[in-house]
C-alpha cells in the first residue's frame, strides 16, 4: 500500500490537511516514523488515526444531543414499522420464518429506541416525542400492510437509509466515546438488518437481481420512488483514491461502489424520512 501516494491524494481534495494535522513536513515525519514500526498490516490503522486527528474534533453544527434525537426519529420509524408489520401476522408474512426474522428486527429497533430515550437525558436533553408516521407515504404504498412485497421493499428502504444515516453522523459524535461505540454497534446491527431484508426479497421472488449489498445507486428492483436513498452510492472513489483498477487489478465500478456504504447527510436523510411522518 503506497501510503504517501494516499495522502497526495487528500492533499488534492483538501489542501489544509496538513495544517489540520501540523505541518505537512511534520506530518510527512510522523507518516515515515509509523511506517517503520508498523507491519504493513496495521499501517490502515495508522491512516485512520492521523485523519482522525486532522477531521475528528472539527466543529459541527449538530450537538450530540441533536443528532441522538436525529437518530431517536429514525428509530421509532423503524421500530413502528416493524411491529406493525409483525402484529399483522401470517396476513402479511406468509411463513413462520420470516415472521421470526421480522420480529427480531423489531426487537432490535425497539431496542434502539429504548437506548436512546435512555442515553438523551444523561446528556442533558430531552428525547424528541414520537412521531405520528404514515407508512404509505401519503398513498404512494397503499398496500404496505397488506402486500409482502411492498412491505419488504419498504423496509429495505429503511434499513438501507438507516445504514447510511448512522455513517454520516459517526464523525460528529467523536467527542464522546461512550456514544461513538453506541452509534457504530448500532450502525452494524442495521447493516445486518438491510442484508437479511434483501435476502428475504430474493427468497420470496419479489427480486430475482438484488443482493445482500447496494450496487452502485441501485435501488434492488424497487424503482424511482426510492431512488433518494441511493443517491451516491455509485462513488468509486475513497480518500481520494479511485478504487476502480487500484492496484492494476481488474476492479469494477460495480465492485468497487459494493466495497463500501456511502454517508448520507442528515438534511438527505430527513427528506427520505419526512415522506412518511405526518406530524
Known amino acids: 500500500m503506497n501510503m504517501y501516494r494516499i495522502f497526495r491524494a487528500i492533499e488534492e481534495i483538501d489542501p489544509e490537511v496538513y495544517e489540520r494535522i501540523n505541518t505537512r513536513r511534520e506530518a510527512m515525519k510522523e507518516f515515515a516514523h509509523v511506517g517503520k514500526k508498523l507491519s504493513l498490516a496495521a499501517l490502515p490503522l495508522a491512516l485512520g488515526a492521523l485523519l482522525n486527528k486532522a477531521y475528528g474534533q472539527s466543529n459541527t453544527s449538530a450537538s450530540v444531543v441533536d443528532i441522538l434525537n436525529y437518530a431517536l426519529t429514525l428509530e421509532y420509524l423503524e421500530a413502528s414499522f416493524y411491529s406493525m408489520g409483525a402484529a399483522q401476522g401470517s396476513a402479511l408474512i406468509p411463513n413462520s420464518n420470516d415472521l421470526t426474522a421480522i420480529q427480531k428486527i423489531s426487537a432490535d429497533e425497539s431496542a434502539h429506541v429504548n437506548f436512546l430515550k435512555a442515553v438523551i437525558p444523561q446528556l442533558g436533553g430531552t428525547p424528541v ?9 401519503n398513498g404512494t404504498f397503499p398496500d404496505v400492510f397488506s402486500n409482502y412485497q411492498t412491505f419488504l421493499a419498504v423496509a429495505q428502504a429503511f434499513e438501507d437509509t438507516g445504514v447510511r444515516a448512522y455513517k454520516g453522523q459517526a464523525a460528529n459524535v467523536m467527542s464522546n466515546s461512550t456514544v461513538l461505540q453506541a452509534a457504530l454497534n448500532i ?3 442495521e447493516a445486518r438488518h438491510a442484508s437479511k431484508i434483501r435476502l428475504m426479497r430474493r427468497v420470496n421472488g419479489f427480486s430475482n437481481s438484488v443482493k445482500p449489498w447496494i450496487t452502485g445507486n ?8 426510492v431512488q433518494p436513498v441511493y443517491a451516491g452510492e ?3 472513489v475513497q480518500a481520494g483514491v479511485q478504487i476502480t483498477g487500484i492496484g492494476g487489478l481488474s476492479i469494477s465500478a460495480s465492485a468497487a461502489s459494493e466495497a463500501f456504504d456511502e454517508p448520507l447527510d442528515m ?11 405526518k406530524s
Open 129 to 137: 416525542n414520537k412521531p405520528n408516521f404514515d407508512f404509505t407515504a
Open 187 to 189: 450502525h452494524s446491527v
Open 218 to 225: 441501485d435501488t434492488g428492483g424497487i424503482g424511482a420512488v
Open 234 to 236: 455509485e462513488n468509486t
Open 267 to 277: 438534511q438527505s436523510v430527513l427528506a427520505i424520512a419526512s415522506q412518511f411522518i
